[in-house]
């Protein structure tokens, strides 16, 4: 069982950034052989995928993010991260960090980003 936890969200102007972090335990986990990615839910909306990261780096974005996302992971600590830049309203969510290992998925709890206009 993999245990996923989420912090750095908060409430941020437009225009501004927040770092959020998923750690993952417990430390014995191979935390390089999973499939990292970060999750967002708007209010009314449904669930979506923002970036993914495999365990050896490579990343994808959804459009609505490239060039102001940045997701990254360390596996010595075994924690991803998401770097948000030039924040916009419409970024405002609940962001989750999952993690996927063959047929197994685990999630977090999710930590709330709010950006203010």
């Known amino acids: 069982q993999v245990r996923l936890v989420e912090s750095g969200g908060g409430l941020v102007q437009s225009g501004g950034s927040l770092r959020l972090s998923c750690a993952a335990s417990?430390?014995?986990?191979?935390?390089?052989?999973?499939?990292m990615g970060w999750y967002r839910q708007a209010p009314g909306k449904q669930r979506e995928l923002v970036a993914t990261?495999?365990?050896?780096?490579?990343?994808n974005y959804i459009e609505a993010v490239k060039g102001r996302f940045t997701i990254s992971r360390d596996n010595t600590k075994n924690t991803m991260y998401l770097q948000m830049n030039s924040l916009k309203p419409e970024d405002t969510a609940v962001y989750s960090c999952n993690a996927i290992l063959g047929k197994d998925t685990y999630w977090g709890q999710g930590t709330q980003v709010t950006v203010s206009s």
């Open positions: 417990p430390f014995r986990i191979i935390f390089s052989t999973y499939t």
């Open positions: 990261i495999t365990g050896v780096g490579n990343t």
